[in-house]
């Protein structure tokens, strides 16, 4: 999404208990000379791998259609004697498909694994152009949803080559891009998987990536642009104020944002080290936390949840002695490639009408195909896959309130119910985008999924943790399914997750 959305890292994960496996049944160096229509094997090496990571045969792969000549890459990891019997396709980032090296984590782990790059290279936007700027319908329906699924067909299939058998069970893991790599695969692909891990996942994405530049199209409209200080001394002013809201305890978290009813016109005049907060300053911010709307009011897009940095997608800097707009490099790509279709582009003519104009044409040209919000998950309920679906409270790029509206609309078309059986949600108090942030930072959430797929314990809560400058643990919180809201119960250490139970969050 924007620059600091692209270093996603998949963490090292702990050795699982293994299915029954086996080794290989055949060298490395002989998968390149496999023939399948429309695949081509660009290499097959061993590696012998390091002090941390167990030898491994790394296959590259070519996948072109026939149909519209679109062309992916794929990379397949295959451990030699540490397989856990496992698959897991890792997703992307912003406009980043995927690569190879977010496949270290779960090799390490003892999964055979795979990434695509999903018909382009790089984490630019260029890809949606042709040379002659119309639009590249292959390259955008490969980033849409065909990439993900070409993988995962042309990787199950290297596993089977390789060790003489299907993995045992199948995961999809993946966060903002790849978050919605994941659902999508849900709703396109529903045998695909037994397990999927989605956070972030940019669910609505012409709305929400149209949405993101709401922001400075207020700034550029209203002739302010707010500086970054007095931006951080809202955020501060707003967790100050609700900080207990939610979790009952004071520890510079919102434990539920949606419940903190902060009036930001209280900031008007505070001093900030960028000057004092002024009436215009305020109504700025309460436009970016309202959220994109048409000139009637109608609704557009989620905005900004209290708590949440107005940074990254806010940002502005000094030119020439006065304050300008700065939109982020991936929101720039969005509106000039995507929607413009024009490299030259000057993001300084838009207004509010042309935002509108814009959204309603980002949203009938590119639902279909990247939209990744059909609540009907029915088939893949019926295909006995399990779903967890997680965001952060403080995640400033990507609203968690859209995510709770996904999850609602599944409920209203399958009932709660069976939803539940299947899918669940988690909201993160304090994490941003993926991961960082004040809260405590989920643990293992991909644990919790094999738990529920392989030994049927669905999760009702998933571990988090803060950790000091040295990495060791220095307080435990549990992160309650939705709807529900973790509280301290009043006795014990706050800092001990044990003292803490699920409550209904205030409607």
């Not at 994941?182 to 940019?202: F, K, M, N, S």
């Not at 109504?283 to 109608?298: D, H, L």
């Not at 279909?368 to 295909?383: E, H, I, K, T, Y």
Request: glycine content about 12%; charged content about 20%; proline content about 7%.
């Amino acid at each position: 999404m924007v620059a600091a959305m692209i270093a996603v890292v998949v963490p090292a994960l702990p050795m699982l208990t293994p299915p029954a496996v086996a080794g290989p049944v055949r060298t490395c160096g002989s998968l390149s000379r496999i023939s399948r229509p429309d695949t081509t094997v660009v290499s097959a090496v061993e590696d012998s791998g390091d002090a941390a990571t167990p030898p491994s045969c790394r296959v590259t792969l070519r996948i072109t259609d026939p149909g519209d000549g679109g062309a992916v890459t794929v990379w397949v990891y295959l451990p030699l004697d540490t397989w856990n019997g496992r698959f897991q396709a890792v997703g992307g980032s912003g406009f980043l498909g995927g690569d190879a090296a977010r496949l270290v984590g779960p090799l390490r782990a003892g999964y055979a694994a795979a990434a695509t790059d999903a018909g382009h290279r790089g984490s630019n936007a260029d890809f949606a152009l042709k040379p002659d700027g119309s639009l590249n319908w292959p390259a955008i329906k490969d980033f849409g949803y065909q990439g993900i699924a070409d993988m995962t067909a042309a990787a199950k299939a290297m596993v089977r080559d390789f060790y003489g058998k299907d993995a045992a069970y199948s995961y999809f893991n993946g966060c903002s891009t790849g978050g919605r790599q994941g659902i999508t695969e849900a709703q396109r692909h529903p045998d695909d998987y037994d397990g999927i891990l989605t956070g972030a996942p940019v669910i609505g994405y012409p709305k929400l990536k149209t949405g993101q530049m709401w922001g400075q199209v207020v700034m550029l409209a209203q002739g302010n642009p707010v500086a970054p200080c007095k931006f951080k001394a809202a955020v501060t002013a707003m967790t100050g104020a609700c900080d207990t809201v939610g979790d009952g305890v004071r520890d510079g978290v919102i434990g539920d944002p949606l419940q903190c009813h902060f009036d930001l016109s209280n900031l008007v005049g505070r001093a900030t080290p960028c000057g004092k907060i002024t009436a215009a300053d305020v109504e700025v911010m309460k436009k970016i936390q309202q959220g994109p709307r048409r000139a009637n009011g109608e609704f557009l897009w989620y905005g900004l949840a209290p708590g949440a940095s107005f940074a990254g997608l806010n940002d502005t800097v000094p030119l020439n002695g006065k304050l300008v707009g700065a939109p982020s490099i991936s929101d720039l790509s969005w509106f000039s490639m995507f929607l413009a279709q024009n490299r030259s582009w000057d993001w300084t003519t838009l207004t509010y009408p042309k935002f509108e104009a814009y959204f309603d044409q980002a949203v009938s040209t590119y639902n279909d195909v990247l939209g990744a919000d059909n609540p009907d998950l029915s088939g893949f309920a019926r295909a006995g896959g399990k779903l967890l679906l997680w965001n952060g409270e403080a995640d400033f790029a990507v609203p968690f309130q859209g995510t709770v509206d996904y999850y609602r609309r599944v409920q209203e078309k399958l009932g709660p119910g069976q939803t539940q059986q299947f899918l669940r949600l988690f909201l993160a108090p304090g994490v941003d985008h993926c991961g960082g942030g004040p809260g405590p930072q989920l643990a293992d959430p991909l644990g919790a999924l094999v738990d529920w797929v392989e030994h049927g314990k669905a999760p009702r809560t998933l571990p988090a943790v803060r950790t000091g400058a040295d990495g060791s643990v220095t307080a435990t919180r549990p992160v309650c399914m939705y709807p529900n809201v973790a509280r301290w119960t009043g006795r014990g250490d706050p800092a001990d997750g044990s003292t803490y139970h699920c409550v209904p969050a205030r409607s």
